[in-house]
């Protein structure tokens, strides 16, 4: 039976067998409480649970969900019409109080989506299917995050004593964190945190879906080697990352090929500018980032082209900005700064340190594309100018527990971004904001507080302003004066690298999030 015939039977009510997809990733799904952590494929895999008012497309627009249509009917009012007849999965019904609660909630201390939603909005039930948001000033792109911003059941929250999100350096997990409750067309039936976790199609679901798959059930496989066999197999259908060295091994096996494609995602570095002493150093009393010679001389001595070519086998974009250029019409006019040793070697000298220093680099090695190998490319590369850098790779739970908030427990640290809004705005708020409110969620991802009012004040700008070409503008003005400042050091964007059974059929985004919603199998 082929494909098309098997969903059509499917469709019609016809028997068929159960198709069963199981996939693995590098890293695990630490929670199940959406607000727990910002990161790519947890946030997929929630999206199989949990749904949003908007979510987007395969083309990444944005489009209905359980809001069914939107309008703007003042600059500062949107309104929200729900969709009817929605259930959760414990069989209660899908109302306004529920957006109320969640936009609440998604603000509230301990959440990593805090700016997904305007922190100046009030969400007002108008009745049970109708949810205003009303904003203290205009803001056109104040819709533009709530694709990541899933919708809980406020009964459900409150009966089991998860008001409160659980942050992702939470020791002890919450009932929201080890169980899931969403409108979504799979319920969780099963979730061992850094093990497995089991997916069954929603009988109830309001929707069509696409997938054919009646189960899916996901398993962490850090080992490259482990996970590809797995895959080479067919003891798994779906791994990610496949490593670059195996792309060729996968594509030549008959069983599985690498879905490749280009990734918004941009890999950068950061630096702690705020402690006045820099932990876990031999320069005690001081910290050399706040120094601006300091962060140019670490800049100018990381070879990123090599770090492309040789350790990302070519598989890499070396980009200028905290974004990739397909989301900023004028990112073409960003010119990455020479790699130069020699100067580094000056810079560090004229800073007071011509010896160079010693200090811990903060790195996961099981997020990114061979993570833990660009850092220690980096630590190479530092070592060659003075620089002692001691790395710390950790798994992606243990390290963003020790980098985000409320801890910010790095000096010196590896990253990857997408933006959500798919937005410069973005970067300019959670990237390179201020970090001085923690309401805000301003500053969220700004682990070592890069800080300049003059960048807080252009992206408030751009936040409402509606002009195009004025918009640009004040963008580049932003992104200038991070560069000019040695913010940040941008690495590249990563190549998407998924291992894809020939049974499978999907969709890949290149935002890189994994729906199980778009999979099918073959029998």
């Known amino acids: ?119 100046d909005a009030e969400f007002v039930k108008v009745d049970d299917h109708t949810v205003d948001m009303k904003l203290q000033k205009p803001n056109p792109i104040a819709a533009y995050q709530f694709a990541n ?129 820099l932990k876990d150093s031999s320069v005690k009393g001081k910290n050399p980032f706040k120094d601006v010679r300091v962060r140019e001389a670490f800049y100018r001595a990381i070879d990123e082209d090599t770090i492309a070519k040789r350790v990302m086998r070519g598989q890499a974009t070396p980009s200028a900005l905290l974004i990739a250029p397909q989301l900023y019409a004028r990112a073409g006019e960003f010119k990455r700064p020479t790699y130069d040793p020699a100067r580094a070697k000056a810079l560090l000298a004229e800073a007071g340190y011509p010896d160079g220093f010693t200090l811990t680099m903060d790195c996961p090695n099981d997020r990114y594309v061979n993570d833990e190998a660009i850092c220690q490319a980096v630590v190479s590369m530092l070592a060659r100018v003075g620089v002692k850098v001691n790395l710390n790779a950790q798994p992606k739970a243990k390290y963003f527990a020790k980098v985000l908030a409320p801890n910010y427990d790095t000096s010196f640290y590896l990253v990857g971004w997408t933006p959500s809004s798919q937005d410069s705005h973005n970067i300019l708020y959670e990237i390179t904001g201020c970090r001085k409110d923690p309401k805000s969620g301003r500053g969220a991802w700004n682990l070592g507080n890069y800080c300049n009012p003059k960048v807080d004040e252009i992206a408030d700008q751009v936040e409402a302003e509606t002009d195009e070409a004025k918009r640009d503008a004040l963008i580049k003005q932003g992104f200038d004066i991070v560069q000019a400042e040695w913010g940040y050091i941008p690495l590249h964007q990563q190549a998407l690298a998924w291992g894809v059974s020939k049974k499978v059929k999907l969709a890949q985004r290149p935002d890189n999030q994994f729906m199980l919603y778009w999979v099918s199998k073959e029998p």
């Open 1 to 119: 039976m082929g494909l098309g015939l098997g969903l059509a039977l499917a469709l019609a009510g016809g028997a068929r067998a159960e198709t069963t997809l199981r996939f693995a990733f590098q890293g695990d799904i630490k929670s199940l409480d959406p607000y727990s952590l910002k990161e790519t494929f947890t946030i997929g895999m929630h999206g199989a649970a949990y749904e949003a008012l908007i979510t987007r497309d395969k083309n990444l627009k944005m489009v209905p969900a359980l809001a069914e249509s939107w309008e703007i009917p003042e600059p500062t009012r949107w309104r929200f019409h729900l969709r009817k007849g929605v259930k959760f999965h414990d069989g209660s019904p899908f109302t306004a109080d529920d957006v109320v609660f969640s936009a609440n909630r998604v603000r509230a201390p301990g959440s990593n989506f805090q700016t997904n939603v305007p922190a």
């Open 149 to 277: 911003w899933y919708i809980m059941s406020k009964a459900w929250a409150e009966k089991n004593g998860a008001v409160a999100p659980s942050p992702a350096s939470a020791t002890s997990p919450s009932y929201a964190a080890l169980n899931a409750n969403g409108t979504g067309p799979f319920l969780i039936t099963e979730h061992q945190p850094g093990v497995r976790t089991v997916f069954k199609r929603n009988p109830n679901y309001w929707g069509k879906v696409e997938s054919n798959l009646d189960t899916a059930i996901f398993t962490t496989i850090q080992n490259d080697a482990t996970r590809v066999a797995a895959l080479l197999s067919g003891e798994v259908d779906w791994a990610d990352p496949v490593p670059l060295q195996d792309a060729q091994r996968v594509n030549g096996s008959g069983n599985a090929a690498v879905l490749a494609g280009p990734e918004l995602r941009t890999i950068f570095l950061g630096m702690d500018q705020w402690r006045d002493e």
